[in-house]
């Protein structure tokens, strides 16, 4: 993730959706955040302007934007000017829902100290928990930098994630058919971890989800339909089908 989009739309779809997921499935003991954090491309780059205006999101039906609490908390966000106020926000807001966090990973990620990285956030890995991987752009083999988050990484944590988890990730769709784009890609992450994930996406962004143990994941499952259904611009897709 990267400081200048703290706040914005696509925040208010993941948090929401944390929040959903956790207030569904009350046998999740807590929630996992791992930011794999780039920061700004240049120095003194400013914040981004598009997809910050959370008041038109709310009158567009954007995914998130009924909870008229976590977007003013957001509003609120995107004046943080650095990361550690930013984490501390966070976990504000999840404190007052009552739901228990842990920010893994707060360190700079970068390209060459992916192991390192992997490496903290495994070190002491949650059990009972929503564990969400938020890379700034999301999946990517042929050409990875900073902003990606490799097949490879995705089966560690999958290795080390236990029957009563589940596992989220973020991934920006490019500019492609978008379900096809989708498709394709749960058909690399069931090749690499074994497991098919539930895909919840609003053709913008998209989010993967992986339980091993087939209760939850047809927990998890119902769950997602039923926020899908609460925006219509959501679709949620069962790849395996």
Same mark, same amino acid.
């Given at each position: ?16 959706l944390v929040?959903?997921?956790?207030k /569904? +499935?009350?046998? @999740?003991?807590?929630? $996992?955040f ?6 700004? &491309? ?13 008041d038109?999101?709310?009158r ?25 106020e930013y ?24 390209n ?5 990285y992997f490496?903290?956030v495994?070190?002491?890995f949650?059990k009972? /928990? +929503?564990?969400? @991987?938020d890379?700034? $752009? ?7 930098? &900073? ?5 490879s990484?995705v ?15 973020y991934?920006?769709?490019?500019r ?13 992450l ?12 609003d053709?913008?962004i ?6 091993k143990n087939?209760?939850l ?12 259904d ?9 790849c395996?089908s």
């Amino acid at each position: 993730m990267d400081g200048r989009y703290f706040g914005d739309t696509r925040d208010l779809f993941t948090f929401d959706l944390v929040r959903h997921i956790m207030k /569904s +499935l009350p046998e @999740l003991a807590g929630f $996992t955040f791992v930011p794999m954090l780039t920061g700004t &491309e240049t120095a003194g780059h400013g914040k981004k302007d598009a997809q910050k205006d959370l008041d038109k999101a709310y009158r567009f039906g954007k995914a998130g934007s009924q909870n008229s609490e976590l977007r003013e908390h957001l509003m609120r966000l995107q004046e943080i000017a650095n990361e550690p106020e930013y984490f501390r926000g966070i976990g504000t807001y999840f404190d007052k829902e009552m739901i228990l966090i842990d920010i893994s990973g707060r360190q700079r990620f970068t390209n060459p100290d992916r192991d390192t990285y992997f490496q903290s956030v495994l070190h002491d890995f949650p059990k009972n /928990s +929503l564990i969400f @991987l938020d890379p700034e $752009t999301g999946l990517e083999e042929e050409h990875p930098d &900073e902003k990606h988050l490799l097949l490879s990484e995705v089966k560690k944590v999958c290795d080390h994630l236990d029957s009563g988890s589940i596992l989220m990730i973020y991934q920006h769709i490019p500019r492609a058919k978008h379900e096809e784009y989708v498709r394709r890609r749960c058909t690399q992450l069931e090749e690499s971890t074994g497991s098919w994930p539930a895909v919840i996406t609003d053709n913008e962004i998209a989010f993967f989800l992986f339980a091993k143990n087939q209760k939850l994941m047809v927990h998890l499952k119902n769950a997602l339909e039923c926020y899908a259904d609460t925006y219509p611009a959501l679709r949620f897709l069962n790849c395996r089908s």
